[in-house]
């Protein structure tokens, strides 16, 4: 089966821009959340989709926004980049949403802003 | 809320000797903990986990990890580290929601040295 997809890979982008990212979840997964990864702040949680609809958010300003398709594909956007925007995305997937469920997650995506 | 701890930021080892990686966690309910690694330029991969049903985890890579309840913690040990093991290790808690977000805690860099 194959896992957890996400592209593009690398983006650089510069302030003020906006930016979309794309994953693709693991087949008959229903669950895909997202993940910031910072070098000061570590890994933080910024939204999670199930069955199309955001069901539990982190605590990111409202640049930072998603959706999930009915095929479980989920895109995250952020406009009006920032410098300190810049950080490893992770996208992650598990079959259902229960606290016994275990994310597998993608490689990321390098976002850049300079 | 559930929040997990990682004493020690880095660790280093020989080649051959004990991997010893430290979590402590604080929970007001029964937690359900994660073990995840990462290596340069990717994603996470998960170790192992404990949901209960035994207080002696084994995972993947030889990796294991010990629930003590009397002690709040969840380390993580190898017998035998090997230069493969080289690699960024986080511990993490889900359930703050309710469902499967995950909270990371700082994360550990592990160093083995020949």
């Known amino acids: 089966k194959a896992g957890v997809t996400q592209t593009p890979r690398y983006l650089i982008k510069t302030r003020g821009q906006q930016v979309t990212l794309s994953c693709s979840p693991i087949s008959g997964h229903r669950s895909v959340s997202w993940y910031q990864q910072t070098p000061g702040q570590g890994l933080q949680f910024l939204f999670e989709?199930?069955?199309?609809?955001?069901?539990n958010k982190g605590n990111f300003p409202g640049r930072f926004s998603g959706r999930q398709f009915s095929n479980s594909r989920s895109e995250m956007n952020v406009s009006t980049l920032e410098l300190g925007d810049s950080a490893l995305y992770l996208c992650?997937?598990?079959?259902?949403?229960?606290?016994?469920?275990?994310?597998?997650f993608g490689p990321g995506t390098r976002l850049t802003v300079l | 809320a559930q929040s997990v701890t990682q004493l020690g930021s880095h660790v280093s080892v020989s080649e051959g000797a004990l991997v010893l990686l430290r979590c402590n966690y604080s929970s007001s309910v029964p937690p359900y903990l994660f073990w995840y690694v990462q290596y340069p330029n990717q994603g996470l991969q998960l170790l192992l986990k404990?949901?209960?049903?035994?207080?002696l985890v084994k995972g993947i890579n030889g990796f294991e990890a010990e629930f003590k309840k009397s002690e709040t913690s969840f380390h993580l040990t190898k017998p035998s580290a090997h230069m493969s093991d080289a690699a960024e290790y986080f511990c993490a808690v889900s359930g703050n929601s309710g469902y499967s977000t995950l909270t990371f805690g700082k994360g550990t860099m592990l160093l083995v040295s020949p």
């Open positions: 989709y199930f069955s199309e609809t955001q069901r």
């Open positions: 404990y949901t209960s049903a035994a207080t």
């Open positions: 992650a997937s598990s079959l259902l949403r229960e606290v016994t469920d275990t994310q597998y």
